[in-house]
T-cell receptor, first 113, second 110 residues
Framework: DVKVTQSSRYLVKRTGEKVFLECVQD?????MFWYRQDPGLGLRLIYFSYDVKMKEKGDIPEGYSVSREKKERFSLILESASTNQTSMYLC????????????FGPGTRLLVL | DAKTTQPTSMDCAEGRAANLPCNHSTISGNEYVYWYRQIHSQGPQYIIHGLKNNETNEMASLIITEDRKSSTLILPHATLRDTAVYYC???????????FGSGTKLNVKP
């Protein structure tokens, strides 16, 4: 079974704090993704990575950065958290190539006060 | 950007088959149909996907019409744990993007 884990299920941070969300997958997948999910807006892609040290912007990268130093680990960084970044954050991974199935982690529900 | 249309909600009796429809009338020849579900406060769970032929796995069956403009996900014996939001997704050319849309809330009742 594919296993994608995320460092926290729930997180509460204050405005202006730097926030790290970590994602680890154990299936040697090439591609990893960060999404946020908000009511009425579905899933929106923040960043993705198709290889170690490679990253690509998704649809809403502003206010976020990512890091992929190892193949199995993909980190999402909120440089200075703001209240509009309160959301459910979902990490996913997939094998290389097009049309590959994405497998999701359990999600991190972040509240920024 | 969602390319699929699904009913907002459906009810199903426990033990009966749940048939979830999806319309994707603008699907392109090289686009797959994917189904995921999301149980409350959890990450989406992959169920099944297909291109043209019907598919079956341990979780569900996927029936795609011959013209590929619609499909049906079938859970053969629904249980209470199948209560979730079910998303029908058409993979667009940008392989990295999933447009989840609003999905169908399936309520399995005892």
């Amino acid at each position: 079974d594919v296993k994608v884990t995320q460092s926290s299920r729930y997180l509460v941070k204050r405005t202006g704090e730097k926030v790290f969300l970590e994602c680890v997958q154990d299936m040697d997948h090439e591609n990893m993704f960060w999404y946020r999910q908000d009511p009425g807006l579905g899933l929106r892609l923040i960043y993705f990575s198709y290889d170690v040290k490679m990253k690509e912007k998704g649809d809403i990268p502003e206010g976020y950065s990512v890091s992929r130093e190892k193949k199995e680990r993909f980190s999402l960084i909120l440089e200075s958290a703001s209240t509009n970044q309160t959301s459910m954050y979902l990490c996913a991974s997939s094998l290389s190539g097009f049309q590959e199935t994405q497998y999701f982690g359990p999600g991190t529900r972040l509240l920024v006060l | 950007d969602a390319k699929t249309t699904q009913p907002t909600s459906m009810d199903c009796a426990e033990g009966r088959a749940a048939n979830l429809p999806c319309n994707h009338s603008t699907i392109s020849g090289n686009e797959y149909v994917y189904w995921y579900r999301q149980i409350h406060s959890q990450g989406p769970q992959y169920i099944i996907h297909g291109l043209k032929n019907n598919e079956t796995n341990e979780m569900a069956s996927l029936i795609i019409t011959e013209d590929r403009k619609s499909s049906t996900l079938i859970l053969p014996h629904a249980t209470l744990r199948d209560t979730a939001v079910y998303y029908c997704i058409v993979r667009v050319i940008d392989f990295n993007k999933f447009y989840f849309g609003s999905g169908t809330k399936l309520n399995v009742k005892p």
